[in-house]
């Protein structure tokens, strides 16, 4: 009699636990983020990590509690500026930008993809690595934080017209995204035109702009095949940007939501820098029609483009452009100490060190 009253009180106790457990389980708040991410929802970027990773698997692995109400910046009216603002704000939990597009918000943040710095896509993320930390704390003073970094494919030019070279680019009215791009254009005589990437293809088919500068795959994801007739395949850049975060919204969160959140970041900024990688020849192949190399992005058949390669004259010129353009004039808009910090976490990666003058 004895064990059998024990057996009932045990598995009296066991079931009371499961029910607190289980109603525990229910009483955890569901969290619903706002989440703006990518300049358009065409981009491989957005359909092939950001849906299946953030929106879908944030729901999947919370089971239900976390929901991400997911968009690109046109489907919010938005160009791309005024997510850092928003983000801040707290009109959205997280946003995405490339960091030369918000840097003169945040001077510093233009440090992580300077015009000419990172030839490969490989030194590119050693980069934004290393300054990760010293980004954030000067962030946080504004209410945010970037929880992963990521590329677009390699930043390249555009144009409406032939350009194989540096030379062919002066006088032509370019394209940027803002920051030190702006003073790479200077530098090899062009004019530079801030437009809003949702803007672009509109503008280079009236003639605003003679030439524009993105990724090899997002220009192919926005059709600007259609607009322009001659890619010049110069990385001068890779347009390297940050998933913003609020963070008051962030420090309220319960652990493992944030342990959750953060463990899926993780995911998005590996898939994001190999998607980078693969989707930068790629974009090319498929803009000039190569069908055997054209994989992620869209193939161009009707009236493929040209691609022309940098020349070596070319690469070692984007490299002094770096030292004695780029360089100077980021230090002047961002102050001396980002100089310091520049040539205390960048330039043992680069290679080339930041002279006051």
């Not at 981009?43 to 692995?61: C, E, F, H, K």
């Not at 005024?82 to 001077?107: K, M």
């Not at 493929?304 to 390669?309: C, G, N």
Request: proline share 6%; aromatic share 6%.
């Amino acid at each position: 009699m004895t064990s059998i009253v024990q057996l009932g009180r045990a598995a009296l106790g066991a079931a009371l636990a499961i029910g607190l457990s289980a109603g525990a389980a229910l009483a955890q708040p569901q969290i619903t983020i706002q989440a703006v991410t990518q300049p358009t929802p065409a981009i491989p970027q957005y359909t092939r990590v950001d849906i299946p990773l953030l929106r879908d698997g944030l729901a999947a692995a919370s089971n239900g509690r976390i929901r991400v109400n997911l968009a690109a910046w046109p489907e919010r009216n938005l160009n791309g500026p005024e997510i850092i603002r928003l983000v801040r704000s707290g009109q959205v939990e997280i946003g995405a930008v490339p960091l030369n597009t918000v840097a003169g918000d945040v001077p510093l943040l233009d440090m992580v993809d300077l015009a000419g710095l990172n030839p490969t896509i490989g030194q590119a993320r050693q980069v934004a690595e290393a300054l990760m930390p010293e980004v954030n704390r000067g962030l946080e003073r504004f209410g945010v934080r970037i929880i992963a970094m990521a590329p677009y494919p390699a930043q390249v030019l555009f144009c409406r017209e032939r350009a194989n070279s540096l030379a062919d680019l002066r006088g032509r009215r370019i394209r940027t995204g803002g920051g030190s791009i702006n003073d790479f254009v200077a530098a090899i005589g062009g004019q530079a035109v801030g437009i809003g990437f949702p803007e672009v293809y509109a503008a280079l088919e009236r003639g605003v702009a003679d030439c524009a500068i993105t990724g090899t795959g997002s220009g192919n994801g926005a059709r600007w095949y259609e607009v322009t007739t001659h890619m010049y395949a110069l990385p001068v850049a890779w347009s390297t940007y940050g998933y913003f975060i609020n963070l008051a919204w962030w420090n309220r969160l319960d652990a493992p939501a944030r342990d959750l959140i953060t463990s899926t970041f993780a995911k998005i900024q590996d898939e994001q820098w190999k998607l980078g990688d693969a989707a930068s020849e790629d974009g090319i192949a498929c803009n000039i029609g190569d069908r055997a190399n054209c994989s992620i992005g869209r193939l161009v058949e009707n009236r493929p483009m040209t691609v022309s390669r940098p020349t070596p004259d070319d690469l070692q010129t984007l490299r002094g452009i770096l030292a004695n353009n780029v360089l100077p004039a980021f230090v002047r808009r961002c102050g001396a100490g980002c100089g310091e910090t520049y040539n205390r976490i960048v330039a043992p990666i680069s290679g080339t060190r930041y002279e006051a003058r």
